[in-house]
């Protein structure tokens, strides 16, 4: 048994069998202590939790694409859908970061593009610049514990011919599978910023980059640090709840 602290509340769960005897017992220790503790008790319903919690992921339509769980993904069409099983790895298209970045990528991406997605998790992103029309899709993942639900939705989309994701750090491999002509990057501003110089280096004059998981209020910062590191235009911006996302071009020609 567990307490969960909830404000001035502690709260607990008790197995059905039994609970009678537990709950006084409980109600007891805690007047023990505090005399007018006020001690609520209700019953939870009966749920089978192992597949409730799919009813909390659902279908989002963002413009060109849409992202989806398998149990949704029925009669939809392939080209224009990706369907991701909701694991560890973060990008299921509930977080607003990944949705703010699918809807910008129409447009940026070209068909036949060599394109590198930087902390790709669950290869969401990386999926979806395949089905925009990239040839070449880098999905750079640093968490080991990633790395395979990103490679069973890479097969499971049919983008495995375009997409190879990549185990390890950005700021190595980058460098490797360079040059592209868009980087994708939905990571923590500071990492962001972190890599610019590696970002800049891997785009020819004429890519982008689309950088996201960057709040609101850090968009002048990160917008201060294109502007140091010298070479980039905004092209476009969008925002969700909390979070910004943006369309940097490459003006320059980067080394690699």
Do not use: Y
């Not at 059905?16 to 409980?26: M, N």
């Amino acid at each position: 048994m567990g307490l969960q602290e909830d404000g001035d509340a502690l709260v607990t769960v008790l197995d059905a069998e039994g609970a009678s005897a537990a709950t006084d017992a409980l109600i007891l220790a805690a007047r023990a202590v505090d005399p007018q503790c006020l001690v609520e008790v209700s019953a939870l319903p009966d749920v089978d939790w192992s597949s409730a919690w799919r009813e909390r992921i659902g279908a989002h339509e963002l413009g060109a694409l849409a992202i989806v769980p398998p149990w949704l993904a029925a009669g939809r069409d392939a080209a224009r859908t990706i369907v991701i099983e909701p694991e560890m790895a973060f990008g299921t298209g509930e977080h607003e970061t990944t949705r703010c970045v699918v809807r910008l990528m129409p447009g940026v991406i070209r068909d036949g593009d060599a394109v590198a997605d930087l902390g790709a998790g669950s290869a969401v992103l990386a999926i979806a610049a395949a089905k925009l029309g990239a040839r070449r899709v880098a999905a750079i993942e640093l968490d080991h514990d990633a790395i395979a639900n990103a490679e069973l939705n890479v097969q499971a989309n049919g983008v495995a011919d375009r997409v190879t994701v990549l185990e390890g750090d950005a700021a190595i491999l980058l460098p490797l599978v360079a040059p592209v002509r868009v980087v994708l990057a939905n990571i923590l501003s500071s990492v962001i910023t972190q890599l610019l110089p590696h970002i800049g280096a891997a785009i020819p004059r004429g890519g982008a980059a689309i950088f996201s998981g960057i709040l609101v209020a850090e968009r002048d910062g990160v917008l201060a640090a294109l502007e140091a590191a010298g070479g980039w235009t905004v092209a476009r911006e969008t925002s969700e709840g909390e979070w910004w996302a943006v369309v940097v071009e490459r003006t320059v020609t980067g080394q690699v």
